[in-house]
């Protein structure tokens, strides 16, 4: 794997795997499971395969010998229990590769196959597994040449493409981009915003907030709405790049002349049983690719542009600069608190913001509050904002922990902020993280979002039964209320030994008093964690 460009791993060691610490006291880098660890993965591979994330995951077998036939052979009582009829099964559904490596001889050509997989469009995780006997065959050492197992090259639109998309939207009266991964490259911000600048009125929705794909700062973001906005119901043409869920057909949709263009590296959504877009066209093509070769059509188109074009425009991004200060106005005025001193989640994030350093790296895990979370933060620096783009709860602690690494690694060590639910915090397991937190130095800042309660189930049933019973139940008779409210920054100080900031905020002033301390304790090497008692 090292020689295949793999630079760090995660280890969850088992009675697999005396090879791998061998290997490892050698100083030699694996990254094992077995079936019972294989199953734990549950949420994370989910997570991973509808975020695209590439990770390739490696678990060991039970061994296939009884008598001691090979070095490698059953030593314990697990081998038996924990030996299935296909293991890879588990999480197949969700790997773009699986494989078994059933001799050591070629385990490097089975590792960069599995690369390729993960690290090419679209991306995610792969799985190889292998059995103990395997691991532990002695083999001549080899070479492999990492050029050989270089991803596949990214796609681009065919001209034709090109061609009929621009023209759509330089001739159309309300354009609209509406995108959800696109950020997952750092270049696409940049190319998206030279697009919507080359076209004055194209606006931009996220519908997905998974990533920072537009910045917020710019007049033509509609910010993160969860499939459901006006600008959908009154574009003529939108283009729908990386994106799953554009919009929720019950709740909103386009008009039904608009035209639609997806481009996507995955537009068929293969993944899933039911999906489909109502859109004249759609292309498989990168987004960096599709959106530089959009800008240089239009800037020639532009050359050559009407003055009537030229006024059309200029009106039209009045209108949305005006729309954009008023929509800010509302978000403004969200940072209040409460007349009694209580903070809102709004409030509470826009307090984070300011005290957090600008560069900071937010991962959120927000649900129900998600939407507030991202009108406050107004995030503008790519890879600066990571959401999960699955349905899994609970892996925003080991996420934070994983880019405060990655950071370090880049040698830019940022600043990492996890903004969770109370529900989410206790789904993360916290006695892991905050342990782990502590054990290798990895420094975070978390704030609990704590509304005593988990009110997702409750705004599913009011989608479906509006004026039903649940409407007129409350937390507890519907049995989402968290009472009595956990110490969350307990649970987590205890885990790490005493070694964290710890600190509950319930009015504004404390929120005010306790934010300086809990960034200056995360900025001195020592993680924090604040509950803050939301309304």
Known sequence: MEQ?????????LGSDHPSILEAMVKGTKETPKNEKGTQGLGAAVHNASCGRVPVLIFAGLSPFTIEGESRGSR????????????QKQIVSQYCRYTGEIKSAKNVKQMVGRALQFAMSDPKGPVYLMGAREVMEEEITPYELNKEHWDPVVPIALHQPAVRNIGLALLEATAPLVITGYSGRLPEAPTKLVQLVNAIPGLRVLDTAGSDMCFPADHPAYLGLRYGVDDSIRTADVILVIDCDVPWINTQCHPNARAKIFHIDVDPLKQQMPVFYLNAIARYKAQSGVALEQLNEFIAM??????????????????KMRASYEERLASVAE?????????????CLTAAVRRAVPKDTIFIIEAVTNTVFVADQIQATIPHSWFNCGGGGLGWSGGAALGVKLATKDMEEDRFVCQIVGDGTF???????VYWISQRYKIPVLTIVLNNKGWH????????????GYTSKATNEELNIEFAPSPDYAGIAKAAAAGNLWAERASTFEELERLLPKAVEAVKSGIGAVLDAHIL
């Open 426 to 432: 206790l789904f993360s397991v916290p006695g892991s």
């Open 301 to 318: 188109q532009r050359r050559d542009s009407s003055e009537l074009m030229e006024a059309r425009f200029e009106d039209r991004a009045q």
């Open 4 to 12: 295949l460009g793999v630079e760090n791993c995660f280890v969850n």
């Open 75 to 86: 030593t314990e009582y697990i081998h038996w229990i924990q030996d299935v009829p296909d």
């Open 456 to 467: 997702a189930p409750r705004r599913s049933a009011l989608l479906v039964h509006p004026d």
């Open 334 to 346: 969200l940072k209040r608190p409460a007349s009694d001193g209580r903070f809102s989640s709004s």
